[in-house]
């Protein structure tokens, strides 16, 4: 059955029940009314409170998400999710648009209930597992989250934002003051700290939201899409604002479609594609499975590059899979680079060429996910 239709039954349960309808009496209706058992039994079972031994163990991680399955209507946008958040690490959610990202950000800090699975998270309280969905005090006093949009208020300068959303948390006077002034100087925004928010630049905005979700100095800080419309600039003072969260022991889980410059910034990489998550790993992981060829960009004074591809192809152990030529430079891509560097050096040479640039690299993340998603 489609899972769309079975959310619509789903409502019309809650909304009977809501009318103060007794549970069994709507079951019976839905049987009469030819509803295949098995769906309306799946519907019930939902609505029961979980118990402990059902919420799925977070080890020694402090998020995870079980089987999460999440549609809008008819619209699939989370299909089985599963996966963990290792304590201090810089995870990374990368896919195209559309493809559930934010949607799985909001599920992770509880703004949206799964349809299907769980989302556990480990109180740094007690270590003891809880869900979200039924604990949303540990969300508030343990999670940050900056949204794609802006959360603070126009019309109060930084200062007045900063402090109003420490103010909402149990912070001593001195404390608080301290709290405000040290985020403002952090996020480098204390010349412009009586500035209007509304009279900030984009980059300086973005700064700002992420000062505010910092306010009670949360183990797990959510970021959606951070550098969304930023320029070259202030993109690296927004990413170097983020390895210096992390270095306090924050854990870090963003959204951003700024694949290259994520690279040199997190620890791991979790993949979304077609409401699924294609993998998850560490970028040498990620690049160990999917690829074991090197990357040579060559380029020489003469540019004689059909000869020397002609002479390569004579030697069928160095297994080049691939070749381009763009803007004067020769590419190559093999498993084997000691070798292929060897002959190359040797065919130049005895053609006359001169080398003017060569370097060697692995594929980048960026490279595997575009390979990834338009299999």
């Not at 996966?83 to 800090?109: A, D, F, H, R």
């Not at 905005?205 to 100095?217: F, G, P, Y």
């Not at 994520?262 to 690049?287: D, K, Q, Y």
Request: positive net charge; charged residues 30%; hydrophobic residues 40%.
């Amino acid at each position: 059955m489609a899972r769309g239709k079975s959310n619509e039954l789903k409502e019309f349960v809650d909304y009977s029940i809501s009318k103060g309808i007794p549970k069994e009496e709507v079951r019976k209706v839905l049987l009469e009314s030819e509803w295949p058992k098995e769906i309306v039994d799946k519907i019930f079972v939902k609505m029961e409170p979980p118990s402990r031994k059902a919420i799925p163990s977070t080890g020694k991680d402090i998020l995870r998400l079980a089987n999460v399955t999440k549609a809008f209507g008819f619209n699939l946008v989370l299909d089985n999710v599963s996966i963990s958040i290792k304590p201090g690490e810089v995870l990374g959610i990368i896919g195209l648009t559309g493809s559930g990202k934010t949607t799985l950000l909001n599920t992770m800090i509880g703004f949206v209930q799964p349809d299907e699975g769980k989302v556990v998270i480990k109180s740094p309280k007690d270590s003891k597992d809880y869900l979200i969905s039924k604990n949303p005090e540990i969300v508030q006093e343990f999670f940050g989250f900056a949204a794609q949009h802006p959360s603070f208020y126009d019309k109060l300068t930084v200062e007045e934002n900063v402090d109003h959303f420490a103010s909402l948390y149990t912070l001593p006077k001195k404390e608080r003051k301290e709290r405000v002034n040290s985020l403002i100087k952090m996020v480098g925004l204390w010349a412009s700290r009586k500035v209007l928010a509304q009279n900030l630049s984009g980059g300086m905005q973005k700064r700002l939201d992420i000062a505010c979700s910092l306010v009670h100095s949360p183990r797990l800080l959510i970021l959606d899409e951070p550098t969304a419309d930023l320029d070259p600039v202030s993109r690296n003072k927004m990413w170097n604002l983020i390895k210096e969260i992390n270095t306090t022991g924050t854990t870090i889980i963003m959204a951003s479609h700024f694949v290259n410059d994520l690279e040199a910034l997190c620890s791991r990489f979790a993949i979304l594609h077609n409401h699924r998550l294609l993998e998850v790993g560490t970028p040498e992981e990620l690049r160990s499975a999917y690829s074991k060829n090197y990357e040579i960009n060559l380029e020489t004074k003469g540019a004689k590059y059909e000869e020397i591809l002609s002479k390569l192809r004579e030697k069928p152990e160095l297994k080049i899979h691939k070749t381009k030529v763009k803007e004067n430079m020769l590419t190559l891509f093999t498993p084997k680079p000691e070798q292929t560097l060897y002959w190359l050096a040797k065919i130049i040479e005895s053609s006359g060429d001169k080398i003017i640039h060569v370097n060697l690299n692995k594929p980048t993340i960026r490279e595997l996910f575009e390979s990834l998603v338009t299999r």
